[in-house]
């Protein structure tokens, strides 16, 4: 399936702040995965009194060198796209070391599960590539322990400040607004640079790869709201993803994903029309042509779409009673 022309030329600089625009700089992290691309993007708006979004995972070095880099400047907020493990558990360290306060939307979100649902025991925690294309080129993949642990969700963020939609954060020569974006993760925000007609999306839009939608909290019909929002910024231009390169004139792009998206969608009712199937069997035929390795993640993507679809009472779950949160379950049309 054609999908948007993805970008997957980006030298990671590790520990090193790169000037990316005249208000922008970043530090990427070295944590890269399937996941990370080639790690998380730590940026710095501003200058000699700064904003930094998304610190990070919880990687000592990673923070020092941050640290290091902005010696003599005033760290004046620190503000987080969501709680993934790659971006905000350095958010605490950060604070410590500068008095910094740590501004997001809230809390990482209560996913617990409903009465009879399990958790999918075939699918990691948390994820940005859903294998819709044989384009991500990701690095080495990471499955050690140690990987697990940082990339878990960062249930202990608690922010200093809750932004909502539209809220700004200021400093000297920059206007920072909050865009609530949900769908990759309900407590998701991006954040609109005005005087660079910039966002910084998070994982909400990312050049290199398609975002995952994971379940529970993962919602497909708020991601493609949420890509409406970008789409309905035409002040805009550019795009910063925390992983990976800019996405300049982005507005092609996001509208490329949001077309994609819906063609999935159709392909998984195409599926279901032939008759009972599972996430998993729906993604051995959409998914045909993309490596083995991506088709867990890829099936977190179509049970999101699933869910959707059964919340506008157009698929039902085969068996009364059964997961809504597993690739195992079967559905079929109402």
């Known amino acids: 399936m054609a999908g948007p022309m993805f ?17 922008l700089r970043r530090m990427v992290c070295r944590n890269p995965s399937k996941f990370t691309f080639h790690g998380t993007g730590t940026y710095v708006i501003g ?5 930094v979004v998304d610190p990070g995972p919880r990687d000592e070095a990673h923070v020092e060198a941050l640290l290091r880099a902005l010696d003599g400047e005033r760290v004046r907020h620190i503000l987080i796209t969501h709680t993934h493990g790659d971006h905000s558990p350095a958010a605490a ?29 075939d699918t990691d925690d948390k994820g940005e590539t859903d294998g819709e294309t044989d384009e991500t080129h990701e690095p080495q993949i990471e499955d050690d322990p140690e990987f697990q642990r940082k990339h878990a969700p960062d249930i202990d963020f608690d922010p200093e400040t809750a932004l909502a939609h539209g809220d700004i954060v200021d400093g000297p020569g920059y206007t920072v607004e909050a865009l609530h974006t949900p769908g990759h993760i309900s407590n998701h925000l991006c954040f609109a640079l005005h005087e660079e007609h910039a966002v910084l999306s998070g994982d909400h839009v990312m050049g290199w790869s398609t975002t995952i939608i994971p379940p529970p909290d993962g919602d497909v019909g708020a ?19 925390t992983h990976g390169a800019p996405v300049e004139e982005h507005h092609e792009f996001v509208a490329a994903l949001l077309d994609h998206r819906l063609a999935r969608e159709a392909g998984i009712l195409a599926q279901l029309a032939t008759g009972p199937k599972s996430a998993r069997d729906i993604v051995d035929v959409l998914y045909a042509d993309v490596r083995k390795e991506l088709h867990k993640p890829a099936a977190r993507s179509v049970l999101s779409h699933l869910r959707k679809l059964h919340d506008e009472d157009i698929v039902e779950v085969a068996i009364e009673g059964a997961s809504t949160v597993s690739s195992k379950t079967v559905w079929v049309r109402c």
């Not at 030329?9 to 520990?15: L, R, T, V």
Request: no cysteine; aromatic share 8%.
């Open 93 to 121: 360290a950060l604070s410590d070391a500068t008095g910094a306060p740590v501004l997001g939307f809230g809390p990482h979100p209560d996913t617990a599960l409903g009465e009879g649902e399990e958790h999918d025991d």
């Open 47 to 51: 200058r000699g009194d700064v904003a």
């Open 223 to 241: 991601y493609l709201d949420s890509l409406r929002v970008l789409l309905n910024r035409p002040q805009d231009r550019r795009l910063y993803p």
């Open 7 to 23: 970008i997957v030329d980006f030298e990671p600089h590790y520990g090193e702040m790169v000037d990316v625009s005249p208000l």
